[in-house]
């Protein structure tokens, strides 16, 4: 393929990398942790800081989140859409411009390589996509890509340009503020494009708290002008990686590396919505005799959210038992500052997954009770167009 | 009344016999919000390093060591509803449990006050 990625270059970089946010976030008193190969803020000092009050805030205001560690990448070229849909199972080639989708990378098991999200970026008559991967997969996602493109499409690595999330009830009012009118013209999963101070900017309504927010791609050499602007903002506070972490849990969304893997398909991971109406009919995609069969017949195991009683919270690991048999596994869990209480995410059982079903955890040798409840665990609140389904 | 320090960062207050467990301010700014307090049963024998409770956080659960053998005499119930005086008050309201001391001479393979702010100030 053409691609504008040197081959050699996709291993997993030795050296420990740096965010353009890094001088930032260590001069707001962050807790700096090594997370896919970058020193990350997992919480902020001072007032406003730590896991839970930023948490809370982002609920009930709007968090920044540095997110830029995160592979950015495009995908363009005639054909563009017809090569990422050997690749993923999402009907990228009815996806219009200015719309986000998500969709999965997968093996040709069927197995979720990473799971990302694809924006149609394309202008004129020229098919370009955007897409975000997760950090930790990034390296071997491009590995991926580069193999299996074919040649007449163009690869690019946006590696000098952040990706920000502004979080939050209000997140809009405060882009209002930065962007003026750019809130206004986006829906939950709609994406645009515009100039800033000379810097060109991508912004996505759209986000992994379950709030309403966006998502900002910008060139690295802004980062820092447009986190002070919105963290200036009275509703604006730099919220880490640990707030991230258990607002996505409390929306039930699941986290790669740890809720999937390679060895998790999309239908037991509840994510048959990824698999477009017309590439169930179709195929095509890898894995697809596999996810298809597991669609009709149903799988043996599911991901399900449990409540737990009492307020030990179970971590991943924790098996799940029906009596002695253990009958599932839990891929992330915590506690949770909305509901004051520890919930988690299992794979279990089919027989087993109903709502209201009781379980019990085994969680470093204690046994813990909990309930099978439905996702999300504390309810959306995505701006949505009105009659549309995303 | 005397106070010592462990490396895996309890406190341990001394009163005759009688010991006074909790983690120290250090180690509740690392574990950040703390959610869960399980704490140890009462009449319950310890030894030194044993697990005797857990702190449970946001991030991580951590254990809690015993720095001494002894009894279990005492857990501070005013953590069950509240736990996040672990937090606030790491190194006095916000004790674990007390211990009845079998054996005082472990206090001498202790940290005091000064050896321990030397030891978190390497860290």
Redesign the interface.
Known sequence: MNHTIDPEDTSDPIEPLVLPLDAWHRARGARMVEFAGYPMPVQFAGEGGGIIAEHVWTRQNAGLFDVSHMGQLTVSGAGAAEALEALLPGDISALKPGRVRYSLLLGEDGGILDDLMITNISQGDNPEYYLVVNGATKWDDIAHLCEHLPDEITLNHLDDRALLALQGPRAAEALEHVFPGVADQLHFMQATGFDWEGAAIGVARSGYTGEDGFEITLPASHAERLADALCALEAVRPAGLGARDSLRLEAGLPLYGHDLTDHTDPVSAGLGFAISKRRRADGGFPGAEQILKLLADGTAAVRVGLALDGRMAAREGAGVFAGDEQVGQVTSGGFSPSLQHPIALAYVDSALAALGTRLELDNRGRRLTATVVALPFVAHRYHRQSGANT | MTRFFTKDHEWIEVAGDSGTVGITDYAQGQL??I??V?LPELSRLVAPGESVA?V?S????SDVFSPVSGTISDANGALEGE?ELVNSDAETGGWLFRVVLANPEELGGLMDKAAYDAYVAGL
Request: aromatic share 8%; hydrophobic share 40%.
């Open positions: 950040g919000d959610t869960f399980e857990v449970d946001v991030k991580a659960a736990p």
